[in-house]
């Protein structure tokens, strides 16, 4: 239970992320006050208001910056992309939930109390909690856009990850322990926070997963500054690079180090066209993932002995998810196109005590059998976008066009949607770096449009032909 402490920081926030907006540039205080507040504030706490979602860190935040935008930055934020893909697709994801409502009328009994039926009141406040959650997207895409903006993002991981690591580090030692000394409780599983000899860090975050990829996202980017640094700043970066690998080392989580080995090579050797591609590649690879895995053409099997050859507690963890997810992709099948909707109804229970019997671990599982294929096809439709828009510029542009840091936020971004097939860590800076990714893509796109219109009107001016361009 959260203490008079945890809530009263979720009232402070408004005031914390006013101060940012009066005191930093814009582009650092979008950032910063998505990132603070998901570092700082507690998790799980939350006001339960009436008709309304609650407000916990996340909402409370993208709400707060949103407000902050409009009313202290005096910016229009756009809603909609340029592009019919992304307006079809921000479409679905509002509608979904209500296609999901209209399917799921009747209750699923229990014998101890029946799992309710979807009402258009429970769609109403999905799409509201749909909108909250995109709102970072839409003011990246209106804010971060520009070279100076990726460059301040991946300067804010590094700060972050050099901040958060004291407290990651202290309980990687003495056990996950600051949530309840500040906030009054412990927020998942103790056991899932021990392993071999030491404790996966949490701190502030839902759980120790979360905290490892934040980890890797902050020594990726001090990955960043080490390659494109002076001589003079080499030496310096190199140090807060190595170090905030031992930090992710700490963090005991196998995925991230494995995210890490992969980036690590692509970041520091590959061109900026090649590692938009991979990431692109990769965007691709997420949102086909359960038609591969639909039509068994995952190697699975190869996969789990291969985490039994590193670890057979890692077998045994990766076997328990892949079962989880066999069962619930038949049951997603039941309601394929619009899901099951809320209350655990797209999970397996027990039909006499009503006992949850499957554990869904990660992003694409719970959406697929929440909202079906049309929502799922919107979430994920929307996140890989911008790696799809980037793509197609790198088809059709010099490398020189793309900044570095944009290419590195592409590919940390890229692992991130990769990670949501394991976990559910789809957080508000997902959603920052896609916006600023999309509005990148965009300018890109108008660029080069502009310099081709420019070409042919010079074309047509040596050729003696008309002028002006219809």
Not at 133 to 161: D, K, N, Q, W, Y
Not at 353 to 370: A, E, K, M, N, S
Not at 413 to 431: E, H, K, M
């Amino acid at each position: 239970m959260p203490n008079p402490i945890a809530y009263l920081m979720l009232l402070m926030w408004p005031v914390i992320a006013t101060a940012l907006f009066r005191r930093l540039p814009r582009e650092q205080a979008l950032i910063w006050s998505i990132l603070g507040a998901y570092m700082l504030l507690p998790p799980l706490a939350n006001f339960n208001l009436p008709a309304v979602p609650d407000m916990d860190k996340f909402t409370i935040a993208n709400l707060c910056a949103l407000a902050l935008t409009i009313w202290v930055l005096n910016e229009k934020v756009s809603f909609l992309p340029r592009s019919l893909i992304g307006r079809t697709l921000i479409v679905l994801y509002v509608i979904s939930p209500f296609a999901t409502a209209m399917t799921n009328p009747d209750p699923i009994p229990i014998l101890s109390g029946d799992v309710p039926a979807l009402r258009l009141y429970d769609s109403a406040a999905t799409v509201t909690y749909q909108f909250i959650a995109l709102i970072p997207f839409f003011l990246a895409r209106t804010l971060l856009r520009s070279e100076v903006a990726m460059r301040a993002i991946i300067a804010a991981l590094v700060a972050a990850g050099l901040v958060y690591s004291v407290p990651m580090v202290l309980e990687s030692r003495l056990s996950p322990q600051l949530n309840v000394w500040i906030y009054g409780f412990f927020q998942h599983d103790f056991l899932q926070s021990m392993r071999g000899n030491g404790f996966r860090p949490m701190v502030f975050m839902p759980h120790g997963l979360w905290v490892a990829f934040f980890a890797l996202m902050a020594a990726m980017a001090a990955l960043v500054h080490l390659r494109l640094g002076t001589a003079a700043e080499r030496p310096k970066q190199l140090m807060i690079f190595m170090y905030l690998c031992v930090v992710l080392v700490l963090c005991r989580s196998v995925g991230p180090m494995v995210y890490a080995l992969m980036l690590i090579p692509v970041i520091l050797l590959l061109g900026r066209r090649w590692q938009i591609a991979l990431a692109a590649l990769l965007g691709v690879i997420v949102l086909s993932y359960p038609l591969l895995r639909g039509a068994q053409l995952v190697p699975m099997d190869a996969i789990l002995d291969y985490a039994y050859a590193f670890s057979p507690e890692r077998h045994q963890s990766l076997n328990f998810r892949v079962m989880n997810e066999e069962e619930l992709l038949a049951r997603a099948a039941y309601k394929p196109l619009f899901g099951w909707g809320g209350y655990g109804r797209n999970l397996i229970m027990d039909p006499i005590d009503g006992r949850i019997l499957t554990i869904p671990d990660g992003q694409w599982i719970i959406v697929l059998g929440t909202y079906g294929w049309l929502g799922y096809i919107a979430e994920f439709g929307l996140l890989i976008m911008p790696l799809i828009f980037l793509g197609r510029e790198a088809l059709l542009q010099r490398s020189t066009a793309f900044s570095p840091y944009a290419c590195a936020i592409a590919l940390i971004y890229a692992v991130n949607l990769v990670d949501l097939l394991p976990n559910a860590t789809l957080i508000p800076f997902s959603w920052l770096m896609a916006g600023a990714l999309m509005g990148y893509a965009e300018d890109l796109a108008t660029s080069r449009k502009t310099a081709a219109r420019a070409a042919w009107q010079a074309g047509l001016n040596r050729g003696g032909g008309p002028r002006t361009v219809l």
